[in-house]
């Protein structure tokens, strides 16, 4: 049975935004509990100076994805999707993978509430396998590296990343290659000629961060309007 999108919102959209305000609310209170432990016990306090400064370089290195995360990674996680994924984080890495699959797997279309009630699906299985293994890493990765020839050691290291983003782009580029050299192209511009022709300034991270994703979803609208994909 198919509902219209003013039930969805009453019977999902609603509940989840209350419990989801609620859920990431908390956890952004309880960041603040070890500075105020630390003025309760030992007077230690930042200047307002001091705190804007630090929050400043935080936001140079990541502001731009304050930005760019929610937009662009909320066709595929819904609404419910990104109140998990932002909560457990390893968003990129994992979430927007899992919630992919899962709906590639249903065969939901992006933006459904099918799709939705997937991509929430997925994502809480991902979050409930992740806190197994992760403890279980925890308590015995270590143990288990070491025994591990030094050359695997450092291609978990170094490629582990890389490949997560690029079977990412494998998964996705393959239902609309034509913008996999518009996702590429830009960033390498940025970053490898624009230094070259006097724009130097176009290749700071949250510039290519920002110009990349964005550009990329400018690109993929015009292909769509004129009908390309």
């Known amino acids: 049975m198919s509902i219209n999108s003013a039930e969805f ?31 309760m016990t030992y007077g230690v306090f930042p200047t307002v100076s001091v705190a804007l400064s630090a929050w400043g370089m935080v936001a140079a290195t990541f502001g731009a994805f304050y930005v760019v995360e929610p937009i662009s990674y909320y066709p595929i996680l819904g609404l419910t999707g990104t109140y998990i994924s932002f909560l457990s984080g390893n968003i990129g890495n994992l979430r927007l993978p899992c919630a992919a699959v899962a709906q590639e797997v249903a065969g939901t279309e992006p933006g459904t509430p099918e799709s939705e009630l997937i991509a929430t699906l997925g994502i809480t299985g991902s979050v409930v396998t992740n806190l197994f293994f992760t403890s279980l890493a925890a ?23 890389p490949a997560i983003f690029g079977a990412m782009m494998g998964q996705f580029g393959a239902k609309i290659p034509i913008l996999v050299p518009v996702g ?20 700071a991270p949250w510039i290519v961060i920002v110009a990349s994703v964005f550009g990329t979803i400018l690109v993929s609208r015009g292909f769509f309007k004129k009908g390309i994909v």
């Open 9 to 39: 919102n009453k019977l999902w959209k609603g509940p989840v935004i209350r419990i989801g305000v609620i859920t990431v609310g908390i956890p952004m209170v309880m960041c603040f509990l070890p500075n105020l432990y630390l003025y």
């Open 139 to 161: 308590l015995a990765g270590a143990a288990i590296l070491e025994i591990l020839p030094p050359a695997i050691q450092n291609a978990f290291k170094v490629y582990t990343v």
């Open 184 to 203: 590429l192209g830009i960033p390498l511009f940025l970053l490898y000629v624009a230094p070259q022709i006097g724009l130097g300034f176009l290749s």
